[in-house]
């Protein structure tokens, strides 16, 4: 929905208007992609996944951490919700190691190993609301391009060994669904076992295993309530 | 300096370095009219000055609050300084408004109105450093484009009510000099009546008279030390 301005408003006058401590994490949508084909770079991939090398990163760097993150905050503080955006590197925010180039080498990725969530859980006490991108560092002064549903899952899974937190995945699809085209195929629950079974029989397959996956690592490791959209995830 | 990774390298490690609580202002050098450029994005100029349309604006801020602000950032984590990096939008660190049409139209340029000099002491007195870009919003959700010699003298002035506070601008020559390509004729103190003087006379000219005026309306504000290089500022 960050590539749709008015998707996005309405995004953020629903989360501007949940009340409670928050936390949003986003990605950057298709804006990096355009920029590097606008800038003549390559967009190289392997098994269907981007490689990340140092012009891909700064350009990464620039859409998610700048534009988009910059743009998100800006129209949090115009609906009166006290916004501060950060990337890993900001006050430690998430520390990661870059991905070993064996077997493939995906360049500047980023896994992470640490969240500063005392640090994250001082700005929400203090009514802040962090906006993530999905840019992290190593602690050595490397930045490193990191998957989204992955920062907000290990952003979930610290705070919850201090408070109490809920994961909502938004999701351009109603939730996780047996037919893209059928809403009345909506899983309303998904278990464990249900997922072994849909992604047995193929009815769940490509970039939505590790959407689900993140989603079950969290609700796993102490986040009370996790969804993808619609969708509730259970942990047994 | 901020063109030159070794420079740019060696001014953070002496930042980082210098012990007590501390802010930095940046500006984004040239990386931005290069990236303009690159996509083809003419610099409009009005009477020397760039004018910010709204493309040029979002080049500003993926270059300023995007890479630049997030390199610094990452670097300084690595030289042990806990950075944290902010747009003026960023917890609402700067506010500003967009500079009127009449008489020059410069476009999505901002004229500071406040600072939040609370929230910035409150971050320097946890031991972290704010890192602030001259990206600035009006709180109605547009970014503006700022002056970074603005940005450093209204956070030095508005954080001066709350504690003592010395401004240093960093500067590509040693000081403020009657001559550039002599060294010794840097000017140690300047006055606002030598000021008045060297501006007669024709030493002080061009983009050292906005600089100057900022360094001028710091110290005359209550900045206890405010310094130009090697050039201090006298208030009389």
Same mark, same amino acid.
């Given at each position: 929905?960050?590539?749709?301005?008015?998707?996005?408003?309405? !995004?953020?006058?629903? !989360?501007?208007?949940?009340?409670?401590?928050?936390?949003?994490?986003?990605?950057?949508?298709? *804006?990096?992609?355009?920029?590097?084909?606008?800038?003549?770079?390559?967009?190289?991939?392997?098994?269907?996944?981007?490689?990340?090398?140092?012009?891909?990163?700064?350009?990464? /760097?620039?859409?998610?951490? $700048?534009?988009?993150?910059?743009?998100?905050?800006?129209?949090?503080?115009?609906?009166?919700?006290?916004?501060?955006?950060?990337?890993?590197?900001?006050?430690? +925010?998430?520390?990661?190691?870059?991905?070993?180039?064996?077997?493939?080498?995906?360049? !500047?990725?980023?896994?992470?190993?640490?969240?500063?969530?005392?640090?994250?859980?001082?700005?929400?006490?203090?009514? #802040?609301?962090?906006?993530?991108?999905?840019?992290?560092?190593?602690?050595?002064?490397?930045?490193?391009?990191?998957?989204?549903?992955?920062?907000?899952?290990?952003? +979930?899974? *610290?705070?919850?060994?201090?408070?109490?937190?809920?994961?909502?995945?938004?999701?351009?699809?109603?939730?996780?669904?047996?037919?893209?085209?059928?809403?009345?195929?909506?899983?309303?629950? #998904? /278990?464990?076992?249900?997922?072994?079974?849909?992604?047995?029989?193929?009815?769940?397959? $490509?970039?939505?295993?590790?959407?689900?996956?993140? *989603? !079950?690592? *969290?609700?796993?490791?102490?986040?009370?309530?996790?969804?993808?959209?619609? /969708?509730?995830?259970?942990?047994?």
């Amino acid at each position: 929905m960050i590539d749709d301005p008015e998707a996005l408003r309405a !995004f953020l006058e629903d !989360f501007a208007s949940r009340p409670g401590r928050k936390v949003l994490v986003h990605g950057g949508g298709r *804006a990096a992609t355009a920029l590097s084909k606008r800038l003549g770079i390559e967009t190289k991939m392997i098994e269907g996944r981007r490689v990340t090398d140092a012009a891909t990163l700064d350009i990464a /760097t620039m859409v998610y951490a $700048g534009l988009a993150n910059k743009q998100i905050v800006a129209q949090l503080q115009a609906l009166g919700c006290n916004a501060i955006g950060l990337c890993g590197a900001d006050a430690n +925010a998430i520390k990661a190691h870059k991905r070993p180039a064996e077997p493939i080498d995906y360049g !500047f990725v980023g896994d992470i190993d640490s969240v500063n969530a005392p640090m994250l859980k001082h700005l929400t006490d203090a009514g #802040i609301v962090p906006v993530l991108c999905a840019i992290t560092h190593d602690g050595n002064g490397q930045l490193l391009n990191t998957n989204a549903d992955s920062v907000a899952q290990s952003v +979930a899974t *610290a705070l919850a060994q201090l408070t109490d937190v809920a994961l909502c995945y938004s999701f351009e699809q109603l939730g996780v669904m047996r037919d893209i085209a059928d809403p009345a195929s909506l899983i309303k629950e #998904i /278990t464990p076992a249900l997922y072994t079974e849909l992604k047995a029989d193929g009815t769940i397959s $490509g970039g939505m295993i590790p959407k689900l996956d993140n *989603a !079950f690592r *969290a609700i796993s490791a102490g986040v009370k309530s996790v969804s993808i959209g619609a /969708t509730k995830i259970m942990d047994r």
